[in-house]
């Protein structure tokens, strides 16, 4: 082997490993560079606070990656999580007043919303798969729809009632962590098992690769997709759940436009639209980029406004750098 | 007098991994019907997509009435008054005839408004001249196919052309549509025009061609007049002394593992056929004969009407590629890239795609038994990597073909589908592919392959099945045919069944 085929491949890896760690070499950049310019960034309470901000959409985030790995949009989960905020709500008030304990109550809430927001998920998995209705225009309806379902079934107004004590779910901490980063770090830790060592996970990446050849090599394409849909919209319901009991209230428009951020997380992380490609960490990093992003500029007083603009830019950008990059990549690769 | 008015002069061109053009000079006369024909991979796409400005020559000249012509792109080529008519119908469905005939040229009355007028007037007129009878105000669709070719013909004629490019334009025509397209092209002849059919049925030279031009692995074989040259001289042009490898002892035994018994869809007519286990079968046919849609359906990936399907004496109901897996069928298509790669995953995934489940024994990737997998394949099939973890995209045709076959051997099938196994790879890896499938065969797996090289079919296979429009209308010991006898059986024409358009 010549000394210069040696020194191109080290060439190309050193490349290869580069762009693998951009993101997160840009994070520890934005990091410092916070902790000089924005007052009370870089301190154990803020930070926590960065952690239990991102963690209500970064659990939806980690559903979303799957959704797009395969190919897929889901427009809805901002609205998923204003309904399954007030069905808890409305169920458990429900039930407490027939006389039962509101532990109990709350439970079974709880778990009657999750199981519903899974059955609702898979049930529109399979009009978008059946009745080949793109994900786009169906979680686009379904975004006006639960939003809709939410503002009537608590007629447009929060649902108060809920004992003192469930706000501690939402609110609480465990030790120093806020319990809603326990809930993203568990949902994370799963979703890294599940994407990276189950066939289930193989199988998203192999739809959304390509559908096609997928389902020649007998995948069930359909199910993988029911189980996504389904799984993300519970997530979306935890969330909501998580975030009615942090508002102590069951709150129709809760949850309003999160869709945007959960996306930007999971395209910031290196996830493709047109499916195939994407991972659990590069979300983890989006949404601590995002959350990062947006507390500092709030630090430094950013006009809010001015917060909507570098969000547009912060997702153009990174759009741009994994197009690009894995273009040249690919291009190196190609070239030897 | 002859007098040579498109010229093509030491025409080389070079793809990734093969020759596809080697030095080839060839000349055609105005006035005349010239066929080009060639088995596939002879080059005589290539070189017409050369002529039509779609591929550029690596090196030679191309002369067009004595004038040579450079830079040849596809608006150029229509500019020089070289017209292609391509074998896929391009007319958008649903706009009127006479916007497709003169789309991109639509009369004007001023800047902005079009002059529908003139637009019918001039369509009509161009209609006219071809002798054509259809309204060129009725919209696409509700034109038979037959009919549609001749308007993509009036189409290439309203660019009024020197050379006039057929490229195989039968392919998806009747006898009847066959026949009125012919008196087009007869008509087009007498005006001077310089007319290349490009055609696979060798019947039709004798009704249409005045000369032939006959292509081989890249290079010009012959031209000869089509008066006193016969259908046997003809095919040995194309296919040249077939070269016979060694194929080991057929491993053929009685027990049958796959029945079909009256097979009907769309395309299948009444499909009967048993494959025995260790057999090789073949099937031949034209592009359209059904020979992929039996494969798909009895996978499960399209639907049939009746018929029965059976597996190792099991009938199976409502097949699907799940259910065939399960059963020990694997299934490799004809298009790799859509239907059979994941090409943004890498080598390794692609390779245990259709065995997540066997990876997995407790429901959790076993990256061991994973490994293994994957080098069994990659040694096995001699697949070559730097590392298992490059993507699928970046490998060459015939590696990308054997990562979809290891992926499928992974499965250890009883019975495997190969569509045009040999598809778009090179000499050598198509020889690994069929040791690959010989050595299968030997450990008593079963094939069935669909392919369109004729030679191939008899070297590979035990048994070959002739189909025609989607009946399977013989079937043979591959040691007792010859490719000029698969091919007469392949493109006999089917006179009493006949259906109106």
Redesign the interface.
């Known amino acids: 082997m010549s000394n210069q085929l040696e020194l191109k491949r080290k060439k190309l890896k050193r490349g290869f490993v580069l762009s693998e760690w951009l993101l997160e070499i840009l994070l520890v950049i934005l990091v410092i560079a916070f902790a000089f310019c924005a007052p009370g960034f870089f301190t154990v309470g803020n930070i926590l606070n960065i952690l239990r901000n991102i963690s209500f959409k970064g659990v939806i985030a980690f559903g979303m990656t799957m959704v797009i790995i395969a190919g897929e949009i889901d427009l809805s989960v901002g609205s998923m999580v204003g309904l399954s905020g007030v069905m808890t709500a409305l169920i458990s008030k429900n039930l407490i007043s027939a006389g039962m304990g509101d532990g109990a109550a709350i439970a079974a809430a709880i778990t009657i919303t999750l199981v519903f927001a899974f059955l609702a998920g898979s049930g529109i998995s399979v009009i978008i798969t059946k009745y080949n209705v793109p994900s786009f225009i169906m979680t686009l309806a379904m975004l006006n729809a639960l939003r809709g379902a939410a503002l009537l079934a608590s007629g447009g107004f929060p649902i108060i009632g809920y004992p003192a004590w469930f706000n501690k779910l939402g609110s609480g901490y465990i030790g120093p962590i806020p319990s809603p980063a326990i809930l993203f770090i568990a949902v994370m830790l799963i979703m890294l098992f599940v994407m990276n060592k189950t066939p289930f996970g193989r199988s998203v990446y192999a739809v959304g690769s390509n559908k096609e050849s997928a389902k020649l090599s007998g995948i069930n394409v359909n199910k993988v997709k029911l189980i996504i849909f389904g799984s993300t919209w519970t997530l979306a319901a935890a969330a909501g759940i998580m975030i009615s009991s942090q508002l102590n209230s069951g709150t129709p428009m809760a949850g309003q436009s999160w869709e945007t951020d959960v996306i930007s997380s999971v395209i910031i992380g290196g996830a493709s639209l047109s499916g195939g490609a994407g991972t659990i960490r590069g979300t983890l990093v989006g949404c601590i980029f995002l959350g990062v992003l947006l507390n500092g500029m709030t630090l430094m007083n950013v006009n809010d406004y001015w917060q909507y603009v570098v969000r547009g830019l912060l997702i153009t950008g990174a759009v741009l750098m994994n197009t690009q990059l894995r273009g040249r990549i690919m291009k190196l690769v190609a070239k030897k | 007098m002859e007098q040579y008015t498109l010229e093509a002069k030491n025409i080389s061109k070079q793809f990734p991994g093969t020759l596809a053009l080697d030095n080839v000079s060839v000349s055609f006369q105005s006035g005349a019907v010239h066929a080009v024909i060639g088995k596939n991979g002879s080059g005589k796409s290539t070189l017409m997509k050369i002529f039509s400005g779609a591929y550029e020559a690596d090196s030679g000249e191309i002369y067009l009435y004595g004038e040579k012509i450079a830079n040849n792109t596809l608006p150029q080529a229509l500019k020089n008054g070289i017209a292609t008519v391509y074998q896929e119908l391009s007319l958008v469905n649903d706009l009127r005839i006479s916007e497709n005939i003169l789309l991109n040229r639509l009369p004007m009355k001023n800047k902005f408004t079009i002059d529908w007028e003139a637009v019918e007037k001039k369509a009509a007129a161009v209609l006219d001249e071809l002798g054509v009878d259809i309204n060129p105000n009725s919209y696409v669709n509700e034109l038979a196919v037959g009919q549609q070719q001749l308007v993509e013909i009036a189409k290439a004629m309203s660019y009024e052309p020197k050379v006039l490019i057929l490229d195989e334009p039968t392919s998806a025509l009747s006898e009847s549509e066959c026949d009125k397209l012919f008196t087009v092209v007869k008509k087009l002849r007498e005006k001077g025009i310089i007319i290349l059919f490009i055609t696979h049925r060798l019947a039709e030279l004798y009704k249409i061609a005045d000369f032939v031009t006959v292509l081989r692995d890249g290079k010009l074989i012959g031209t000869a007049e089509i008066d006193g040259l016969n259908p046997k001289a003809l095919v040995n042009m194309m296919f040249g002394e077939v070269e016979q490898k060694i194929k080991p002892e057929s491993n053929v035994q009685d027990e049958v593992v796959l029945e079909i018994r009256n097979l009907c869809s769309k395309q299948l007519k009444n499909i009967n056929f048993e494959l025995h286990k260790g057999e090789i079968l073949g099937i031949a046919g034209s592009l359209g004969a059904g020979r992929t849609e039996i494969l798909r359906s009895v996978?499960g990936?399209d639907k049939y009407d009746s018929g029965e399907i059976i597996v190792s004496g099991k009938k199976v109901n409502n097949p699907s590629?799940?259910k065939?897996?399960?059963m020990g069928m694997a299934?490799t298509?004809e298009n790799r890239k859509?239907?059979?790669?994941?090409?943004?995953?890498s080598i390794g995934?692609n390779l245990?795609?259709?065995s997540?489940?066997d990876?997995?024994p407790k429901?959790?990737?076993d990256t061991r038994i994973e490994d293994e997998y994957i080098s069994r394949q990659i040694e096995a099939l001699n697949i070559k990597v730097t590392s298992h973890r490059?993507?699928a995209?970046?490998m060459s045709g015939g590696n990308q073909q054997k990562i979809v076959v290891g992926?499928w051997l992974n499965?250890s099938p009883q019975i495997m589908f190969m569509d045009e196994p040999s598809r778009g790879i090179d000499v050598n890896a198509k020889q690994q592919i069929f040791n690959i499938m010989w050595e299968e065969s030997k450990k008593g797996v079963s094939i069935i392959m669909v392919s369109s090289d004729l030679e191939e079919l008899i070297e590979v296979c035990d048994r070959i099945l002739i189909m025609c429009h989607g009946k399977i209308v013989d079937s043979y010991k591959a040691t007792d045919l010859t490719v000029e006898e698969i091919y007469s059986l392949c493109m006999q024409e089917e006179e009493d069944n006949e259906q109106p358009a």
Do not use: D, H, W
Not at chain 2, 338 to 345: A, K, Q, S, T, V
């Open positions: 996978f990936l590629p799940i065939m897996k399960k299934y298509s859509e239907e059979g790669l994941c090409l943004e995953l995934e245990c795609m259709a997540f489940e990876i997995s429901g959790i990737v490059a993507q995209l970046s992926n499965t």
